[in-house]
């Protein structure tokens, strides 16, 4: 008598954090849209637009989601979540390139939250911002991570509470949108 048997491999996971968005509107019309962001940007927001089956304009990104609720309730609005995905592998190198590179994202937007974070509330200079923010730049551009050379960098003459708070949406979308390809 014969019998089957399976091999299976060890399948590795990788899970992507979770992130809170303040969205200001949610429409279908891009001019509105832009118009929007616009907006919130005078009012020291992002201004982020993402755009998927609609157009989301995100004034600023939280990880925790009770702090995002909070913003809402102040300003109206509504939260969106954005979870980087759970990935899976077979290969244990991949598994832990991939790690690697979900660690580093996190560590970016989690300073860039904080940095956010410091500066509304007045612990935090536009100098010092600045200073940061170079540093944030320069960080990005010379790590070789592909999601990273995606990343949109803000002309000088940004507001640094905006430039913050849209590197923070444009560092998780843009992560969001490379690994759910």
């Known amino acids: 008598m014969f019998g089957f048997f399976y091999v299976t491999k060890i399948k590795y996971t990788v899970r992507g954090a979770d992130y809170y968005c303040f969205c200001a509107l949610i429409t279908n019309n891009e001019s509105e849209a832009q118009e929007k962001s616009g907006e919130v940007k005078t009012k020291g927001g992002a201004g982020y637009i993402y755009s998927a089956d609609k157009f989301y304009i995100i004034a600023s990104t939280y990880t925790d989601k009770t702090q995002a609720e909070a913003i809402v309730k102040k300003n109206g609005g509504s939260v969106i979540a954005c979870s980087l995905p759970t990935l899976s592998f077979f290969d244990k190198n991949k598994a832990n390139e991939a790690r690697n590179v979900y660690q580093k994202i996190t560590e970016h937007a989690s300073f860039l939250i904080s940095l956010s974070y410091s500066f509304d509330i007045g612990k ?3 100098e010092g911002v600045q200073n940061e923010l170079k540093l944030y730049e320069t960080s990005i551009k010379t790590e070789a991570i592909d999601v990273f050379s995606s990343l949109t960098l803000l002309r000088d ?9 849209y590197y923070i949406c444009d560092l998780i979308f843009t992560a969001y949108k490379y690994f759910c390809q």
Not at 157 to 163: F, L, Q, W
């Open 157 to 165: 003459s940004e507001n640094v509470g905006v430039k913050v708070k």
């Open 124 to 126: 935090e200079s536009v």
